[in-house]
Nanobody, 127 residues
């Protein structure tokens, strides 16, 4: 049974950094492309970042470009999101997601194309 577990969220001051992680189990991790999404209270889910099977291709949502970095460690079934220069508007629950379909097929920014989701980790940025 596939399971994605996020961790590393917390409270951070504006301008600070945070790295969140997502550990996968029950899947052959290197056969899944991975994404990070977030959802703030009262708002729709938003695409944050994507990484391909081997990590060679990444893609970011506009809010993440230049500040966030997605990476993965296939040996440890883990995907990371390094977040720098955090802003109050980054406050949200962050979710990792996995799909087998490569980035060349479908829309990697659409959550509906992902097969498995974690339970989320909360990030709060104080101003």
């Amino acid at each position: 049974q596939a399971q994605l577990v996020e961790s590393g969220g917390g409270l951070v001051q504006a301008g600070g950094s945070l790295r969140i992680s997502c550990v996968a189990s029950g899947i052959t991790f290197n056969r899944y492309v991975m994404g990070w999404f977030r959802q703030a209270p009262g708002k729709e889910r938003e695409f944050v970042a994507f990484i391909s099977y081997g990590g060679g291709v990444t893609y970011y949502g506009d809010s993440a470009k230049g500040r966030f970095t997605i990476s993965r460690d296939n040996a440890n079934n883990t995907v990371y999101l390094q977040m720098n220069n955090l802003k109050s508007e980054d406050t949200a629950d962050y979710y990792c997601a996995a799909r087998t379909v490569p980035h060349t097929v479908g829309d990697v920014t659409s959550g509906r194309t992902y097969e498995h989701w974690g339970q989320g980790t909360q990030v709060t940025v104080s101003s």
